[in-house]
C-alpha cells in the first residue's frame, strides 16, 4: 500500500472497529406473517440455540457482541430465568443486550395495556415493564426498549385523551425505576396493529413522553415505523438536535413494516440516516455515556436462512456505515455553505457510490476474520450441522417467536 491507501485503510479500520450493531434473539426463531408461520429446521428454538447463532454471527462479522432478549419469549419465567440466561452469555461469548418487555401478546391487552382503560391491566402491565427492568439491572443491560402495540381501530371508541394521561402516568413510574446507568427506548409507530389510532403513533408523541419522563428517556426509531416517502433522517436530525435519540431499529420495507434486510430496498436511505449520526458523532459533541445511540436489528426472516440473512444485514450495515463515515464533510460543509449544489450532491452521491467492499474485507483479514463471511459460513458447516440437530425437534410453534 502506498501512503494516502494506507492511511486511507487505518481510518477504515477505525471505524469499522469501533461499530457495533446489536442483533435480535427473535430473528433467529421461527417468525411468521399474520397469515402464517414457515417453519425452518435450522431455527433456533431455544435460547441457548438463538446464543449459539448469534455468536457465529459475531464470529464470522466482528460487530455483534450483544443480543436483544424479549422477556415473554426468552426469559419466560422471569427473573428466575436470569442466572440460566448469564451462563449462556459466558458460553457464546455473546451479552444480553437491550431487554425488550412484551405488552402485546396476553389475551388481557386485547384493548391496550399501558393504555388499558382497566387500571388493573395498567398495573399488571406496569408490573412487567418494572420487572423488565429488574432483568436488565441483574443482566448489566443498559437499555429497556418498549414499543407498545396500543391503539383503537374506530373512531370514537376509545378516548384519545384518557389514554395519554394513563400512559405517561405508567412511564413516569417506570422511568423512577431505572437505575442511573439505564435508559428506556420509546418505539413509535404509525399503525399496525391498531388501524384508527395508535397510542405513540410518532416521534413527536415519544419525544414528549420522553421530556415529560426525565433524562434517561429515548426515542428509539424502528425504521420500518414511518409513512411511506416520510423524510426519516430529518427526524433523525431533530432528535439529535433535542438530544434524545436512543438508538434504531433498523430494518427495511417497501410498503410497510415488512421488516425486510437492511438496505435491500433503499440502501441510500440508511447511507443518509447514517450520514447524519457522524456529523453529530464529532468530538466537539455531548459526551454523556447515556446519549450513545445504540444501534439494533429489528428484522425477522421467515423465507430466507436466518443466519445468513442476518450476516447479509451487519455486512450491508458495516458497508453503509463505512461510506457515510468517509465522507469528507469539511468540504462538504464548505460546498452547503456556498450553495454549490451540484458539487454538494456530487460529493455525496460519490461517497454512496464508492465501492467500499475491499476496505472492508482488508480490514476482516487484519482482524483474523474471512474475507466474505457469507461463504465462510456456507465453508465452516454450521447451518448444515444444526439442520441436522435441530431439524427433529421443530414441531408447531405457537408464539410468535
Ligand atoms: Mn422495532
Given at each position: 500500500m502506498n501512503q494516502p491507501e494506507s492511511a486511507l485503510f487505518d481510518n477504515a479500520a477505525h471505524i469499522l472497529d469501533n461499530f457495533q450493531i446489536e442483533i435480535p434473539s427473535w430473528g433467529f426463531a421461527n417468525t411468521g406473517t399474520r397469515f402464517g408461520k414457515f417453519v425452518q429446521p435450522a431455527a433456533a428454538s431455544t435460547l441457548e440455540e438463538k446464543f449459539s447463532d448469534a455468536a457465529e454471527v459475531h464470529r464470522l462479522?466482528?460487530?455483534?457482541?450483544t443480543l436483544a432478549l424479549h422477556v415473554l419469549w426468552d426469559l419466560p419465567r422471569g427473573l428466575a430465568d436470569v442466572s440460566e440466561v448469564q451462563t449462556l452469555e459466558r458460553r457464546a461469548g455473546i451479552r444480553s443486550g437491550s431487554i425488550n418487555p412484551n405488552?402485546?401478546?396476553?389475551?388481557?391487552?386485547?384493548?391496550?395495556?399501558?393504555?388499558?382503560?382497566s387500571a388493573e391491566i395498567r398495573a399488571g402491565a406496569l408490573q412487567h415493564v418494572f420487572d423488565s427492568i429488574e432483568i436488565a439491572k441483574r443482566l448489566h443491560a443498559r437499555d429497556i426498549s418498549l414499543w407498545l402495540a396500543d391503539g383503537s381501530n374506530y373512531p370514537g371508541t376509545q378516548s384519545i385523551r384518557k389514554r395519554i394521561e394513563w400512559l405517561q402516568a405508567g412511564l413516569n413510574d417506570a422511568h423512577r425505576q431505572l437505575a442511573r446507568d439505564q435508559r428506556l427506548l420509546v418505539e413509535y409507530k404509525p399503525f399496525e396493529p391498531a388501524f384508527y389510532h395508535t397510542d405513540i403513533a410518532d416521534w413527536g408523541m415519544s419525544s414528549q413522553l420522553c421530556r415529560a419522563m426525565g433524562p434517561q428517556a429515548f426515542v428509539l426509531v424502528d425504521t420500518g415505523h414511518h409513512y411511506l416517502s416520510q423524510n426519516i433522517e430529518q427526524i433523525v436530525a431533530w432528535l439529535l438536535h433535542l438530544d434524545l435519540l436512543g438508538g434504531f431499529h433498523f430494518n427495511d420495507r417497501r410498503y410497510a413494516d415488512d421488516d425486510l434486510t437492511l438496505g435491500s430496498i433503499d440502501p441510500y436511505q440508511i447511507f443518509r440516516i447514517f450520514h447524519e449520526i457522524c456529523q453529530h458523532s464529532q468530538p466537539s459533541q455531548s459526551q454523556n455515556p447515556l446519549n450513545r445511540i445504540a444501534f439494533m436489528i429489528d428484522q425477522s426472516h421467515n423465507l430466507k436462512g436466518k443466519i445468513e440473512a442476518m450476516i447479509q444485514t451487519v455486512v450491508t450495515a458495516q458497508e453503509l456505515w463505512l461510506k457515510a463515515a468517509l465522507i469528507d464533510r469539511d468540504q462538504l460543509a464548505v460546498l452547503q455553505q456556498s450553495c454549490d449544489l451540484v458539487a454538494a450532491e456530487e460529493l455525496f452521491r460519490a461517497a454512496f457510490w464508492r465501492d467500499v467492499r475491499p476496505l472492508v474485507a482488508a480490514w476482516r483479514e487484519s482482524r483474523r476474520m474471512a474475507a466474505n463471511p457469507l461463504a465462510a459460513l456456507q465453508e465452516g458447516g454450521y447451518v448444515e450441522r444444526i439442520t441436522r440437530e435441530r431439524a427433529s425437534k421443530q414441531s408447531a410453534v405457537s408464539s410468535y417467536a
Open positions: 462479522t466482528g460487530a455483534t457482541p405488552l402485546f401478546q396476553d389475551q388481557q391487552y386485547k384493548y391496550g395495556s399501558l393504555c388499558n382503560p
